[in-house]
């Protein structure tokens, strides 16, 4: 990851400007605030949006965003495959309450013409 984009003031944040920042993960643990320096390469003063590029970091801190990353993709992978079998349980329920609706509707349908003939016999 080279480069980011933010929302910000536009008549504050200047072309080419360095500000100092903080990435903070709030699970805690080793990797929890990794402190960065970045470029400012882009000023969008239409829809105030800020785009800058971090300063050259030393490996402490790339090791640091790094695991942030991953763990912020694990997390991401997780929550998409608890999704992804929800959706799968829920199209088995849907056609499981179809089946037994039909099956239902047919017994139904035999009941009603064995009626119909024990009551015409």
Known sequence: MGDFQLWGDKSTVKHGGIFNGS??????GWHSTIDFKARVVRVEPVYELVGVAFEPMDGKQIDQLLGMLTTVEG???????????????????????????????????????????????
């Open 75 to 121: 997390k991401w992978r997780c929550e998409r495959e608890r999704d992804d079998r929800a959706v799968t349980r829920r199209r088995f329920i849907r056609r499981l309450v179809i089946g037994l609706s039909v099956i239902r509707l047919a017994g139904a349908a035999g009941d009603a013409v064995w009626i119909l003939t024990v009551g015409t016999v």
């Open 23 to 28: 990435i903070v993960w709030p699970d805690g």
